[in-house]
């Protein structure tokens, strides 16, 4: 049975209801209690004011702790620093540091039909990329036609759906047309919803990009459990 560290090692009733009594004999239904709060968010989701253009901050009460970026043991200590792993079950992608430590994102991933996975080059990155809408892409959405690579693409921004940062991935010098970006909503991570490429917050992969070594391996892991069904877009 294929495992993750082998696969890395080897490359209307309610309305009725309301208007009648309950039986003494029915059992009512039980209160739940209130989940609490999120704790508050770390520093580093606030505002962000010193780019090409604004990036929010996070709001409160969204994003759970399980997603926020946090340095962590490293689970790859055989890679070498700058190696980056998603792992698409657990929707989170590491950063290595050294045989020690990583970095963790919450990360969105591919949605089932678009998923991608294997071991890619980090090629090159861009800071504010324009977003080029691939061929196959138009075919399934025409109504993207005015972006597509002939016609020069969407202009940087915050409407832009590539976001802050981009990194590309290549295999045997071709490009694979897969990305690791920001855009993605806090809502979304952990979530199966882009189009294949890996999504995360623009505060996280402005932060990933600044320790990106070029020509590194990025490592997608096979998923091992049936893909959330929702929507793609």
Known sequence: M????????????????????TPPSA?????????????????????????????????????????????????WPDHVRGTIVVDPDDAVLHFVEGPATAIRYGVSVGAEGFAWEGTARLQFCRHWPRWKVPASMIERQPQLEPYSVANGGMDPGPDNPMGARALYLFQNGLDTLYRIHGSAEPEELGRAVSQGCIRMLNHDVIDLHARAVHGADVIVLPSMKPAELVSVY
Request: with cysteine; charged share 15%; proline share 17%.
């Open 27 to 75: 059992s009512r239904p039980v209160a739940r209690a209130a989940e609490p709060p999120l704790p508050p968010l770390p520093v580093f989701y606030g505002p962000i004011t010193d780019e090409p253009f604004a990036v929010p901050a996070v709001p409160e009460g969204v994003l759970t702790p399980a997603y926020w970026r946090r340095e962590v043991a490293n689970p």
């Open 2 to 21: 294929i495992t993750r560290r082998s696969f890395v090692a080897s490359s209307g009733a309610a309305g009725l209801a309301a208007c009648t009594r």
